[in-house]
């Protein structure tokens, strides 16, 4: 066991997974949860996630030594001050929110000096939300990343990075600025490239009526899939990780505008570099075991 006491806050795909995952590695003693809505925390009790669903959050931080905040991240910043004066001295306050540097803006002005806090990020994740879409797997071979500000206590993070390997995952720390344009390249810009091919896709059902859904080829249903992801969770990422999201989409925008540009004038040799130089990041995605090569991307039915 690494906490005695944990507390999730918000229980969604994130808190849900990481409570059915501590259960499966015996990482925790009790584990205390609360949601904003009476219909989340009525549903986590009806199937067992967490052994207490409390009524207000300030009730779940007591006592804990390890916080999660699993909210959206425009609003870890409010339940942080809600929670505040009911943290336990020495205890760790941790979240899994997608950006870093809005988190730990927002998150740390609220903490008394007697907490760690030791922000994270589980690059792990499904289009699904909800207290009932999570799983014991989902961080399975999954990184984790730790951003903890210069001078968090060393046995605080030490500590955090043993449940995180307890959950599955490889841990690697790393500063937020870094994280935020790293997770720009490799998540954020991606989903706001999707969310736009299916708007365009959508717009264009209208004149070809079904012909896109009926005809959705792989490549387009894969945009539909990260395009189906949750709204309020994504309006929050593009509002909080802004400057190193429109830094990206400027090169993609000229990449764009290249490929665009070789595509009109015929220059297929430029074409087929790019496409190859593309084809090898696959092939290095694979060999690091962080995809399957199975066709449909070894991600099995309703995950
Ligand atoms: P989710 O399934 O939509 O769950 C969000 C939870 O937060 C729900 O329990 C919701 O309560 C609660 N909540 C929302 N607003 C709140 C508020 N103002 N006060 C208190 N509770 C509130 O979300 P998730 O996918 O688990 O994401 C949670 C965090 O993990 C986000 O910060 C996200 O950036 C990060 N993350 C997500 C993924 C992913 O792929 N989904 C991956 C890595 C990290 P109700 O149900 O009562 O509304």
């Not at 995952?21 to 219909?39: D, Q, T, V």
């Not at 593009?238 to 925008?253: H, M, P, Q, S, V």
Request: glycine share 10%; proline share 4%; net charge negative.
């Amino acid at each position: 066991m690494i906490y005695q006491r944990v507390a999730l806050i918000g229980l969604g795909l994130i808190a849900s997974s990481m409570f059915w995952a501590m259960k499966r590695g015996g990482l925790a003693g009790e584990i205390a949860g609360y949601a904003r809505s009476e219909a989340t925390r009525a549903t986590a009790r009806r199937i067992g996630l967490c052994d207490l669903v409390c009524e207000s959050a300030a009730e779940a931080v007591i006592g804990a030594d390890l916080i999660v905040l699993c909210v959206p991240v425009g609003v870890m910043g409010a339940v942080t001050a809600e929670i505040a004066p009911h943290l336990k001295p020495g205890a760790t306050i941790t979240d899994v929110g997608s950006v870093k540097r809005e988190v730990i803006d927002s998150v740390s002005p609220h903490l008394p000096d007697n907490v760690h806090f030791v922000p994270g990020h589980p690059l792990a994740g499904t289009e699904h939300s909800g207290p009932e879409a999570g799983f014991a797997e989902l961080f399975d071979n999954r990184w984790c990343l730790l951003v903890p500000p210069v001078g968090t206590d060393a046995q605080a993070i030490d500590r955090l990075q043993k449940l995180w390997e307890g959950l599955g995952s490889n841990v690697e720390v790393m500063g937020a600025d870094h994280h935020d344009l790293v997770l720009a390249v490799t998540s954020h810009a991606p989903h706001l490239i999707a969310y736009t091919m299916v708007g365009v896709a959508d717009d264009l059902r209208r004149v070809t009526d079904s012909e896109v859904i009926k005809y959705s080829a792989a490549g387009f249903r894969d945009f539909t899939r990260i395009a189906a992801s949750d709204p309020t969770m994504w309006r929050d990422v593009f509002l909080t990780n802004k400057d190193a999201t429109l830094e990206i989409l400027g090169r993609f925008t000229e990449e764009l505008f290249a490929l665009q540009r070789a595509i009109r004038t015929g220059d297929g040799d430029h074409l087929f570099a790019y496409f190859t130089r593309t084809r090898a990041v696959r092939r290095g995605i694979i060999e690091a075991g962080q995809d399957t090569d199975a066709p449909d991307f070894g991600r099995g039915a309703g995950r």
